[in-house]
T-cell receptor, first 110, second 113 residues
Framework: RKEVEQDPGPFNVPEGATVAFNCTYS??????FFWYRQDCRKEPKLLMS???SGNEDGRFTAQLNRASQYISLLIRDSKLSDSATYLC???????????FGTGTRLTVIP | EAGVAQSPRYKIIEKRQSVAFWCNPI?????LYWYQQILGQGPKLLIQ????????DSQLPKDRFSAERLKGVDSTLKIQPAKLEDSAVYLC???????????FGSGTRLTVV
């Protein structure tokens, strides 16, 4: 079983739409959670950390459900510039490296 | 601050040849990682260094891959001999807080033909 599982998409949404990505992780000992963004042929960049209480950064909202081992990312009022692959990332307790999901590809259409 | 530098950006080699990638982390970052990203997949850790010591190389195919980080700064990753399935982007990342605050380099895209 994979450490982190995501729906690979693609998600094609019109500008202004709200889109949600989901992710599940297999190890209940996982401690830290992140969403990374990766543009085509570019390196991954940290979008936001995910906290147990949920957190928001502008149009982006991340949620964590430890009981269900589930992480989500909500993007409101999608912009063309949001088109990218969104990677769900998990760090396990006691580990120093990150486990990446396969990524969910988003295309925002004019 | 300058980012993580990697070279070359692209490399095409024939199978069974050898290849080396170079990474220069952000100044002062003690932790350095090499990740492999195959097309359509997320990055997968190959090896992690803390200063010049190896912390985790459990996913490194040691029969063909090797890596070193001399003097705790620059690092090189080598593949010898390369196989077709090694075609991927090799990403170097560094961090000054153990696991948080990863900064990735732009990667080296390897094609094995």
């Amino acid at each position: 079983r994979k450490e982190v599982e995501q729906d690979p998409g693609p998600f094609n949404v019109p500008e202004g739409a709200t889109v949600a990505f989901n992710c599940t992780y297999s190890n209940s000992a996982s401690q830290s959670f992140f969403w990374y963004r990766q543009d085509c042929r570019k390196e991954p960049k940290l979008l936001m950390s995910v906290y147990s209480s949920g957190n928001e950064d502008g149009r982006f909202t991340a949620q964590l459900n430890r009981a269900s081992q589930y992480i989500s990312l909500l993007i409101r009022d999608s912009k063309l510039s949001d088109s990218a692959t969104y990677l769900c990332v998990v760090r396990q307790t006691g580990a120093n490296n990150l486990f990446f999901g396969t990524g969910t590809r988003l295309t925002v259409i004019p | 601050e300058a980012g993580v530098a990697q070279s070359p950006r692209y490399k095409i080699i024939e199978k069974r040849q050898s290849v080396a990638f170079w990474c220069n982390p952000i100044s002062g970052h003690a932790t350095l990682y090499w990740y492999q990203q195959i097309l359509g997949q997320g990055p997968k850790l190959l090896i992690q260094f803390q200063n010049n010591g190896v912390v985790d190389d459990s996913q490194l195919p040691k029969d063909r891959f090797s890596a070193e980080r001399l003097k705790g700064v620059d690092s090189t990753l080598k593949i010898q001999p390369a196989k077709l399935e090694d075609s991927a982007v090799y990403l170097c990342a560094s961090s000054d807080r153990g696991w948080d605050g990863y900064t990735f380099g732009s990667g080296t895209r390897l094609t094995v033909v």
